[in-house]
């Protein structure tokens, strides 16, 4: 699932590209550190020294991992908080046709009252960049490059889905997305809400005319042709990039009022 990654090249500390994939560190202090996009998939710690970590791995919710700390596998605690948070989040994994069409209303609902937050803010709240993250602005145009993808290009197949004012992730380029139909100029708020909502009305007109049936068809994957996938995976996709950027936001306008 690429593209939930959010950060800006240059804020970004760059220690080199070494593959450490089954090494063993002893008594090394990473404190304050910030390991972005790292795969620390089936890492092992022992003795180690935790305190005041903040741990961000949207993929750690796919239903299938885990995450042990002091032998007790936390996943489930931190589901059911995200929950507790964003209720209606849970519908993103809905399995018929009514449900996704309830969670999508649900999303549209939760983003029209973000919006209208990030609004009353101080001017340029939507442009401010928390900790070297992608602003509020960048993160509806990053949802708009979502939807133009599993929507446009995967579920609907269209040969050119993508806005110019789309934002790709970081290393979308090396999964052979065409770079060079974006933008490099950065658009107004004005024609960034116009460009997002243009998107939530072609999610909304996609499930409108759902059918159980369609659920299943295949389909085939946007960087492995070779990977079949479902339209209800790539639905699930969709939803999951809007869930997770919803937290993502709202946490980053919580710091930013916080510092106010």
Same mark, same amino acid.
Not at 216 to 229: F, S, V, Y
């Given at each position: ?11 970004? !500390?760059?220690?080199?590209? &070494? ?7 002893v008594g090394v202090d ?5 390991? =972005? ?13 935790? %305190? ?25 605690? =931190?589901? %059911? ?30 983003? %029209? %009252? ?5 609004? !009353? ?45 789309g934002l790709a992730f ?7 997305? &065409? ?21 939530? !009305? ?13 659920? &299943? ?36 306008? &919580?710091?930013?009022? !916080?510092?106010?």
């Amino acid at each position: 699932m690429h593209g939930i990654p959010r950060w800006h090249p240059d804020g970004m !500390a760059t220690l080199g590209s &070494d593959d450490l994939r089954g090494a063993r560190l002893v008594g090394v202090d990473l404190s304050g550190a910030r390991l =972005v996009e790292v795969d620390l998939s089936r890492v092992v710690v022992r003795g180690g020294d935790l %305190a005041d970590a903040d741990l961000d791995a949207p993929w750690l919710l796919d239903g299938r991992s885990t995450l042990l700390v002091n032998g007790v596998d936390v996943v489930p605690y =931190v589901e %059911a908080e995200l929950t507790r948070r964003f209720p209606e989040r849970a519908g993103r994994r809905a399995e018929d046709p009514d449900g996704l069409r309830e969670c999508w209303a649900a999303l549209e609902r939760t983003w %029209a %009252a973000t919006v209208e937050r990030a609004e !009353a803010m101080p001017a340029g709240t939507v442009d401010v960049s928390v900790d070297g993250e992608w602003s509020f602005a960048e993160t509806l145009r990053h949802l708009v490059l979502a939807t133009d993808l599993w929507l446009g290009k995967v579920v609907q197949g269209r040969e050119q889905p993508f806005s110019p004012l789309g934002l790709a992730f970081l290393d979308a380029g090396e999964h052979g997305m &065409d770079l060079s139909v974006f933008t490099d100029a950065t658009p107004s708020w004005t024609e960034v809400l116009e460009v997002r909502a243009d998107r939530l !009305a072609m999610v909304r007109d996609h499930l409108a005319g759902l059918r159980a049936e369609d659920l &299943d068809a295949p389909r085939a994957g946007p960087w492995d042709p070779q990977r079949t996938l479902t339209v209800l995976g790539c639905l699930h996709t969709v939803l999951t990039e809007e869930w997770e950027h919803l937290r993502f936001a709202v946490r980053d306008l &919580d710091a930013i009022a !916080a510092r106010a």
